[in-house]
């Protein structure tokens, strides 16, 4: 056996494999992993070349694969004037003043981070004056509001009530075309998943990307890409494109970049009556306030399934959960009633155990979000399960365990940025039930172990990206995607987990990012 390039020695080895954690060592050469194994490396794999990285406790696992993310929502965050310190509204319009100052009067006036808490902006009347016909769309700290002026509303035809990614994919759409801007924002976003241990992603574009692919192409001849990226369209502004899809999946089959498929909402938010339930809210007589175009999502499945492209369903509710089952089962299935394409469920909020059986039989896909719960507080969450759906339905919040029991197939998501990459974190949640405050762990009865968890972030993420073959585990042959945490994940106790980081990245069998 010849010397490797690069040796990890650890007492934490998870290979994603089934395996127990171990005390042993990973080989690199080539890009790849060349031996996996326990104690102590062997001699011949060592030679005055190797750079041999003696990592203690440190857990060494596959890189973390996030299946559900948004770089267009996390370039929102940051395009524009920096509004944050912003005390009030004449202070918001003479720091877009001094903005619009400093770029091409040609571009729109954007801006993000106003505290909408303390600043009411009322109507479009100071833009007006200040811009003129300039449109200016100014976003919230919160990302749910914006001031806008009448030259923002009749251009990007979204108004600041309905100022979410799906009303403003006209404004979305001229931010992706700024090149000046977006290729630096997406270099800066792949180091920033590479810090969180993330080597691959599935990455959610409206309608046809609105042109990042082009980019995407160029980051990856030019060698710059130290993400795997699969993307799928999310019909918006326009009906699904299937010839589109087609064009992409010929396009692109590069070890970095490949269309995934279609993406797409069904119901929303259960805290707003707007997921789909199997029966009535107890708070309201309606089993979801939003009106939902089944018939459509169904032609569309059916449409992207006979083409042997896969769907992902986001579903919250169990009636959603439910119907979007009922057309999966109308795809394409093998000889053992498994679909033939990977279509998915994404989100999985409030369940019905019979139907992640179904999932199970069917051989469907959960793209769970194991942070969600980071983002709400017990007293509060608690509540408001109690007023809309009662505990009866409440206690299969976030059933994981029934998922993994029932033989479906689990992946990790974070619909970012709603939250970022943090498999600690995940942790916290997802295993040790807590909410962010800590207390008594909610529905302990639907938590995995840590082990079923990075699985999840790791071969489960490669399942669903049809990289099975080779990434997702440590295994000889595989491609050296590693993430490295900065202690022993699977003995950290659960009160301090959240301390853990990632240490080490490699993509390809390259370092992308160091904090030992």
């Known amino acids: 056996m010849s010397h490797c390039e690069i040796l990890l020695k650890s007492n934490s080895i998870f290979t994603s494999t089934g395996a127990a954690p171990f005390a042993g060592y990973v080989a690199i050469s080539d890009g790849k992993i060349a031996a996996v194994g326990q104690g102590c490396a062997p001699e011949t794999l060592i030679g005055e070349e190797t750079k041999i990285y003696d990592l203690g406790d440190r857990t060494v696992s596959a ?3 996030d299946a559900h993310s948004f770089f267009t929502g996390y370039s929102l965050g940051y395009v524009g004037v920096d509004l944050s310190s912003a005390k009030s509204c004449e202070e918001i319009v003479a720091m877009t003043k001094a903005y619009a100052e400093t770029i091409p009067a040609t571009k729109p006036l954007l801006g993000r981070g106003w505290d909408e808490t303390t600043i009411h902006p009322e109507g479009t009347k ?3 004056e200040a811009f003129g016909d300039r449109p200016v769309v100014l976003i919230a700290a919160c990302g749910e509001t914006c001031w806008m002026n009448q030259a923002a509303i009749d251009t990007y035809q979204f108004t600041p009530d309905r100022c979410w ?3 403003y994919w ?8 700024d090149h000046e801007y977006i290729v630096p924002r997406f270099k800066e976003y792949m180091k920033m998943m590479n810090s969180f241990g993330v080597t691959s992603s599935k990455e959610m574009g409206f309608d046809d990307y609105y042109g990042f692919t082009e980019i995407l192409e160029q980051l990856d001849k030019a060698g710059e890409m130290t993400l795997r990226v699969s993307f799928m369209s999310q ?7 299937l010839e589109y899809g087609k064009a992409m999946r010929d396009k692109f089959h590069s070890d970095f970049v490949r269309f995934s498929g279609y993406n797409q909402m069904t119901d929303g938010s259960i805290s707003q009556l707007c997921g789909e339930m199997k029966r009535p809210y107890l708070c ?11 018939a459509l999502l169904e032609s569309d499945t059916l449409a992207v399934d006979a083409e042997g492209f896969r769907f992902s369903l986001h579903a919250q509710g169990d009636g959603a959960i439910g119907k979007v089952l009922d057309i999966y089962e109308k795809c394409k299935r093998d000889e053992n009633g498994k679909v033939v394409n990977r279509h998915c469920i994404t989100d999985l909020e409030c369940s019905d155990p019979a139907d992640l059986e179904r999932m199970g039989k069917l051989g469907v ?9 980071s983002i709400a507080d017990r007293a509060g969450k608690i509540a408001m399960i109690e007023e ?3 505990m009866e339905r409440g206690q299969y919040y976030w059933n994981r365990r029934k998922m993994i029991d029932s033989g479906v197939s689990v992946c990790c998501a974070t619909d970012l940025p709603l939250v970022f990459d943090n498999i600690p974190v995940s942790a916290y949640h997802a295993v040790g039930g807590y909410f962010p405050e800590g207390g008594e762990p909610f529905n302990p009865q639907n938590m995995i172990t840590r082990e079923e968890l990075l699985t999840a972030w790791t071969k489960g993420g490669s399942y669903t990206l049809y990289c099975e073959d080779t990434l997702g585990t440590l295994e000889v042959g595989k491609k050296a995607d590693i993430a490295v945490l900065s202690g022993d994940f699977f003995n950290e106790p659960m009160e301090t987990i959240r301390d853990l980081a990632v240490c080490l990245t490699l993509v390809d069998g390259k370092v992308v990012f160091e904090k030992l």
Do not use: H
């Open 165 to 167: 990614s799906e009303a």
């Open 284 to 294: 309201a007589d309606t089993l979801c306030a939003q009106d939902i175009d089944w």
């Open 126 to 128: 100071a833009l007006d």
């Open 235 to 241: 019909p918006v502004g326009f009906p699904m494109n």
């Open 170 to 177: 006209r404004m979305l759409r001229a931010v992706m075309q």
């Open 388 to 390: 809309k759906i009662g």
């Open 63 to 65: 890189g973390y694969i």
């Open 365 to 373: 896909i959960a793209e769970v979000y194991p942070q969600i719960q």
